[in-house]
């Protein structure tokens, strides 16, 4: 039997605390050749869609954290000074 299309889910509900939780989920699908491992590729897909479901927790978690500061060029830290960019601004 020659397979065309292999697709692949993963989906995973974290915890967060204080009774929150979020479930993060990805689909995958990939058109093989024929003589192409059928295996090989489904266990490619799902490694490929376990990584995506930790980014986007790892991305869920920091947006959590506070946002570290830092000083450029020897002034004053970036968070204290709003410099507005745009048309809006009149620039």
């Known amino acids: 039997m020659f397979i065309k299309t292999i697709a692949v889910s993963y989906e995973r509900k ?13 689909s995958i699908w990939a058109s093989i050749s024929e003589g192409e491992n059928e295996d090989m590729c489904t ?15 790892r991305k869920l978690i920091n947006k959590a954290q506070s946002v ?24």
């Open 68 to 91: 570290e500061t830092f000083t450029v060029n020897g002034n004053s830290p970036v968070d204290d000074e709003f410099i507005p960019e745009g048309d809006i601004y009149g620039n």
């Open 43 to 57: 266990q490619l897909l799902q490694d490929k869609c376990r990584e995506a479901v930790r980014e986007e927790y």
């Open 14 to 26: 974290f915890n967060l605390g204080d009774f929150n939780s979020a479930t993060l989920g990805c």
